[in-house]
């Protein structure tokens, strides 16, 4: 088994499991992360930092947007009202909502193909909810584990084998597509192969697709 988060993608998995952010959506704009701070009225590196420090749990769906946004506001040593918190949660949606369209067409094609795909991402309700509403490709994957309806985000090993038990696949029959080393390691401790996310081109090579 490879421990370090490289690509592990010899031989053929019969199913490609996908990450969302940072490789079939893009990860946040810098436009949209701007947006972000001023709503929140916060130093930058503090929001950032109360932002993604709390975050495991909304992406859990441990909690909901709003209970999200007063614990960011409390390691902020501040406070957000209802209005504020409903402008956060619109600026969050927003900021996540950019598509790769190259990496779209890839997903199509690998369903038009009889490829069996699926999905796991680490996303709040809310930004799941944008997404159901906006793109029929998640109509395409076999399986969509998304992380705040299956109680599991990335890292954590429940994350996989929920997937791996939804798929009813042994773990050396998936290949998991992130762009987070961590993502995959965890990945690969749970049995499963890993691909190192970087370019679309990289990716079609590695599952023996022409580029």
């Given at each position: 088994m490879n421990t370090t988060g490289t690509d592990t993608t010899t031989g053929t998995a019969h199913t490609l499991l996908f990450d969302m952010f940072g490789?079939?959506?893009r990860h946040q704009s810098q436009d949209g992360k701007d947006r972000l701070a001023r709503v929140?009225?916060?130093?930058?590196?503090?929001?950032?930092?109360?932002?993604?420090?709390v975050r495991q749990p909304y992406d859990?769906?441990?909690?909901?947007?709003?209970?999200?946004?007063?614990?960011?506001a409390d390691a902020l040593g501040t406070r957000f009202d209802e209005e504020r918190i409903a402008?956060?949660?619109?600026?969050?949606?927003?900021?996540?909502?950019?598509?790769?369209?190259?990496?779209?067409?890839?997903?199509?094609?690998?369903?038009a193909a009889g490829r069996p795909i699926?999905?796991?991402?680490?996303?709040?309700?809310?930004?799941?909810a944008h997404y159901e509403e906006r793109h029929f490709w998640l109509k395409h994957f076999r399986v969509r584990a998304f992380s705040c309806?299956?109680?599991?985000?990335?890292?954590?090993?429940?994350a996989y084998l929920w997937c791996?038990?939804?798929?009813?696949a042994a773990p050396e029959s998936v290949l998991f597509v992130d762009d987070r080393e961590e993502n995959i390691r965890a990945a690969e401790a749970v049995g499963m192969r890993g691909h190192l996310f970087t370019s679309p081109a990289r990716l079609r090579e590695a599952i023996g697709l022409s580029v």
């Open positions: 490789v079939i959506a929140a009225g916060a130093p930058e590196a503090a929001f950032w930092d109360a932002y993604w420090g859990r769906g441990d909690v909901t947007g709003p209970a999200y946004w007063r614990s960011v402008r956060l949660v619109e600026a969050d949606i927003a900021s996540w909502s950019a598509v790769d369209d190259t990496m779209v067409a890839l997903i199509a094609e690998l369903a699926a999905l796991l991402s680490n996303i709040p309700e809310e930004l799941t309806r299956i109680g599991h985000a990335k890292p954590e090993p429940g791996l038990d939804a798929l009813d």
